[in-house]
């Protein structure tokens, strides 16, 4: 797995499919959406491409929260890799990076610097300023701009959707057992 650590290395990827997001946990949700993400990348004979932020945007944005990340960056790395995408893109969150409209991070980043063909979402996608990005704002834009928009299902499982934020709120709850069944992996 490529992996490239700022905005500047980023470069055109053959036929790039990707997903954008935080990946805090590496759940199944996440999990199925990045085998959708290598499908989809298969399909147009091209390179499965994960965007994600450090550090996380909430650590940033909420700096006095209660929020605490489900994995450190070395255990994400190690997890995303697991999944056998092509390329991994951390773009450092900054202040500056926050202020972009999702508008802006299409065309800078997926088109202009990526060369994107492809955006997988999961069902609560969003990205830019105040999360003005929703998933049926991204999806016009990103096909008026010639990206093909994949959308995912939520995973539910037992009646309960897998989220990053259910899953810290078991973590907090001290219910590893039930948390680790939502990672699909176990959790110490």
Known sequence: MQIISSIHEIIKIKNAVVAVGSFDGMHLGHQQ?????????????????VITFEPHPQEVLYRNSDFFRINKKKEKIKLIEKTGIDCLIILPFTPELSKLTFKEFIQNILIDRLGAKALIMGPNHSIGKNREGTAKNISTYATEKGIEIIKVSEYIMNDISIRSQNIRELLKNGELEKASLLLGYTVR
Do not use: Q, T
Not at 34 to 44: D, F, I, S, T, V
């Open 33 to 49: 959406i990045l085998n959708c993400l290598k499908e989809h990348a298969g399909r147009l004979d091209g390179e499965s491409v």
